[in-house]
């Protein structure tokens, strides 16, 4: 779970840490570990097991690390792997915040992620990462032909795609049944609002919501995530993109449904009562909830009631069915590791047949069975609960599903989105109308754009 990104925090100290990390990065990485032609080890390196470790947010339940390691370590007996787990709360923003610490302070690190293209982005900038792709050419591994998504940085790899993210809509089939509604397989966010009008029941405490939207930047471009092409509020170059019109309907339906049909948690409850959108979810105070494909292995470790499953909805109803925002968990070598080359084996490793080896997240690789991908995260949780889990809903959406293409934004659009989002704040609070909101955010994303250079 990530905290929400209208958080203050301070670039200074973002910056500070980061700088001291690349510094760190550049004295403490050196050429310990060239890429070797094969093995986990070097030639002329000790027999003996090396021991990485692998540093995440993810917690025991939610990445069933103890069996995922055992499977690597006993399949690579030259390479000891050990799992560190960064935030008792499975919160990936704490997680990448200890990471940030640990690099400033020269702590071991070996196999890092981050769960957002532009947080990987910004600790490429910032010199944490290790360039792969000396590893994989001498290896015969070429990433485009492996994988869904393409990772790279200005044309070099630093990390390739761990769980593949793809959005879709859960839905309590109890409220659906109750409002006499089918469960969508085809449907636009006009659809989605009226289907949330129709959800929406009581009033006060006891009041439950048709949707639920929460603070991170995909639900301020929600419609940009049907853009084959640019999915983003920037462009790869760091243009601004929030002037299109899929941004501005984004906005306005975000607008109508929080606070004039009322049939979404208002912004400002969310913010201000500090939501999560597991909780609220779960507690049956929404009967939508717009979400990541992760959802579905923690639905089964924790579902509440049965869940049905609906494609993420579409700009135009003719529009082809099925593209929808991506993400991904960017896997790779931490540059001041002092056994890249054994850390490097197990990002290929963990990319590719470790995570059906999980059986807790849907892969990006290529080469995965989504079927068998689907029945191990269903496996791996609890049978009193993913009983829960429609799969005759649950499949065809996966399968309908179509990845837009990923962006891998400029080092600094991590500050143009916190700039985008308090902006959009602003809008949605009523503190300053939808025009004033484009322009001034496409101002400030200019000119975050132009000091970097």
Known sequence: ?????????????????????????????????????????????????????????????????????????????????????????GDSQEGMKKLDLLAAS???????????????????????????????????????????????????????????????????????????????????????????????????????????????????????????????????????NVDNPKFRYSLELRN??????????????VVSQKMGYRDVFYAGKTAMLLTGNWMVGELALNGKFDTVFAPYPKFDAKDTNGYTTIGADFVGVAASSKNKQAAYEFVKWYTTEGIIEQGTFFSGWKKADLNKNMEAILKSGKPELTKFIDKNSLLPTLKVNKATKLIVPPTFSLQQEKEMLSQVELYLTGKQDLEKTIQTTTKKLNDIKASSK
Not at 194 to 203: P, Q
Not at 219 to 234: I, K, R
Not at 256 to 269: F, G, L, T
């Open 1 to 89: 779970m990530r905290n929400t990104p209208f958080a203050k925090r301070s670039l200074l100290v973002l910056t500070g840490t980061l700088a001291a990390t690349a510094a760190l990065a550049g004295c403490g990485g050196g050429d310990t570990d060239k890429p070797a032609a094969g093995g986990s080890a070097a030639p002329g390196a000790s027999a003996a097991p090396v021991t990485i470790k692998v540093q995440a947010w993810y917690t025991e339940p939610q990445g069933n690390w103890n069996a995922t390691v055992a499977a690597f370590n006993k399949t690579h007996p030259n390479i000891k792997v050990v799992y560190e787990g960064l935030s008792e709360k």
């Open 106 to 240: 020269g702590d071991q690190m070996d196999v890092i992620m981050y769960s957002s293209a532009p947080d990987y982005a910004q600790r490429v900038g910032a010199g944490m990462l290790e360039p792969l792709d000396e590893y994989m050419k001498k290896d015969g591994f070429d990433p485009k032909a492996e994988f869904k998504i393409d990772t790279s940085v200005n044309g070099k790899y630093y990390a390739l795609p761990g769980k593949m993210i793809e959005w879709l809509v859960l839905l309590n089939k109890d409220m659906l049944d109750k409002a006499k509604l089918p469960v969508p397989t085809d449907w636009t966010w006009n659809d989605y609002a009226e289907y949330a009008k129709k959800l929406t029941s009581g009033e006060g405490a006891s009041k439950v919501y048709g949707s639920y939207f929460h603070t991170w930047k995909e639900y301020a471009q929600l419609a940009l995530g049907n853009d084959p092409e640019v999915p983003f509020f920037v462009k790869a170059d760091g243009t601004p």
């Open 256 to 269: 109508k449904m929080e606070n004039v049909d009322k049939s979404s948690v208002p912004y400002y409850d």
